[in-house]
């Protein structure tokens, strides 16, 4: 990973155009080519930014120009994040190494087990291809078939909420990159899901489902329970 702090300015082009007027910002680009453009503020989410995979390509002025650094980011649809370095304050690399990820607490590991093990609980017809399913940027709970012979990724939570969303995002992203795959369709799983991250599911093309865990363990409605 490599951390720049820099006073830069940034324009995209693709679909549209968007423009960052000169400023003090961090510029994070990760080890899979993903480039994140922060301010000091917002929390955890960037000004602007592109998801890998990309291209990076480092140009310089001569002095007689200005002696200008730019940094231009192109993605596979030929869209480009300029970032032009005015002055550079710091410019760290490391190596992370590989990111065992997020452990799941008890009930969602749980759920994710129950899950693999009965799929069709999620919707009819659907197979389990493998749980955890791995990608660079972390596993996938689980990868089915359904009826039609598609790949359908699934996201497992015990609360649904919007980065869960945007977990299954990255990580369709990813399996798209296998050809050998075909189209792929996402399900995001949870036991209760809040309406905002419903609304966003389905923006995203994908369905939700929310499905009753103690159910899935086989319990009735009657039976004492410790949560």
Not at 105 to 111: C, I, K, S, T, Y
Request: net charge negative.
């Amino acid at each position: 990973m490599r951390l720049l702090i820099a006073r830069c300015s940034v324009d995209y082009a693709g679909k549209l155009a968007a423009h960052l007027p000169e400023a003090n910002r961090l510029i994070m680009v990760k080890a899979d080519g993903c480039v994140a453009i922060h301010a000091d503020g917002g929390a955890y989410k960037p000004l602007n930014w592109m998801n890998a995979p990309n291209t990076i390509v480092e140009e310089k002025d001569d002095v007689a120009n200005g002696g200008g650094h730019r940094w231009i980011v192109t993605n596979p649809k030929k869209e480009t994040l300029t970032i032009t370095l005015h002055e550079v304050m710091s410019d760290i690399a490391a190596e992370l190494g590989t990111d065992p990820g997020l452990q799941k607490d008890g009930v969602e590991a749980h759920l994710q087990e129950l899950l693999a093990a009965s799929p069709d609980a999620i919707e009819g017809g659907l197979k389990l291809v493998r749980r955890e399913y791995p990608t660079a940027i972390g596993p996938i709970d689980l990868v089915c078939r359904d009826e039609l012979d598609q790949v359908v990724a699934v996201e497992v939570k015990r609360r649904g909420e919007i980065d869960g969303v945007e977990q299954l995002t990255r990580y369709i992203e990813r399996l798209k990159l296998d050809s050998s795959l075909g189209a792929i369709r996402g399900v995001f799983v949870a036991q209760v899901i809040k309406p905002q991250a419903k609304v966003l599911a389905e923006s995203r093309g994908f369905t939700w489902v929310e499905v009753d865990y103690d159910k899935l363990r086989g319990m009735q409605p009657d039976d004492l329970r410790l949560f």
